[in-house]
């Protein structure tokens, strides 16, 4: 089954401990994305990637860090996680040049952080 | 800057009826893809229709159909013979194709379907 895959679904944590969250497609998709999603806010792009080391900064990518070693895992990692980072998170995946592939996500990261 | 609006925070809309949310975008773009996406209270993100800017025609799936008024830059999702699982969340989309994936979204819709 096609899917993208995010561990884990809900994290508590407190301020200032690094935590990663992963992410992984099965689909063999280029393009990557994570995204946080705050009420009113609608969703916002943190940080995307294109394909393997190659990963670009989104509209709000302050407080975060991600890599792409490898094609189908794309971790989201907050080195000193602030209660401001307490959000839905989505990742996403999409694959092939045409702009009519829609973006595949995750089943969403609830995190907060005290 | 890229920007989506939808204006209506909250719709209802009587089961069996047709339904209209709203969205404009506003892009200098010559080349970008239009998306609309459901949000059930379980929390996934469903993709639901997509609208090409040099599509001519509307897109159409099932239920569904996008009314695309280019020159507007309004790009509307249309429900008809609404159901009760259509109650959700509904987000519009917009994706720069000469950008690989930067997708934009707007604040979002609830849809509540009335029995």
């Known amino acids: 089954e096609a899917q993208v895959t995010q561990n884990p679904r809900y994290l508590i944590t407190v301020t200032g401990k690094k935590l990663t969250v992963t992410c992984s497609q099965n689909?063999?998709?280029?393009?990557m994305s994570w995204y946080r999603q705050d009420p009113g806010l609608g969703l916002r792009q943190i940080y995307y990637s294109m394909n393997v080391e190659v990963t670009d900064k989104g509209d709000v990518p302050e407080g975060y860090k991600v890599s792409r070693k490898e094609k189908r895992n794309f971790p989201l990692i907050l080195e000193s996680p602030s209660p401001n980072q307490t959000s839905l998170y989505f990742c996403a995946s999409r694959g092939g040049l045409l702009g009519n592939t829609e973006a595949f996500f995750g089943q969403g990261t609830r995190l907060t952080v005290v | 800057a890229q920007k989506i609006t939808q204006t209506q925070p909250g719709m209802f809309v009587q089961e069996k009826e047709a339904v209209t949310l709203d969205c404009t975008y506003d892009?200098?773009?010559?080349?970008?893809?239009l998306f609309w996406y459901k949000q059930p209270s379980s929390g996934e993100m469903i993709f639901l229709i997509y609208?090409?800017?040099?599509?001519?025609q509307n897109a159409t799936e099932g239920r569904y159909s996008l009314n695309f008024q280019k020159a507007r830059k309004s790009a509307n999702l249309v429900i008809s013979a609404s159901q009760l699982g259509d109650s959700a969340m509904y987000f519009c989309a917009m994706r720069r194709t000469n950008t690989g994936n930067q997708f934009y979204f707007g604040t979002g819709t609830s849809l509540t379907v009335i029995p």
């Open positions: 609208q090409g800017s040099y599509d001519e």
């Open positions: 892009t200098s773009d010559q080349s970008y893809g």
């Open positions: 689909m063999n998709h280029e393009y």
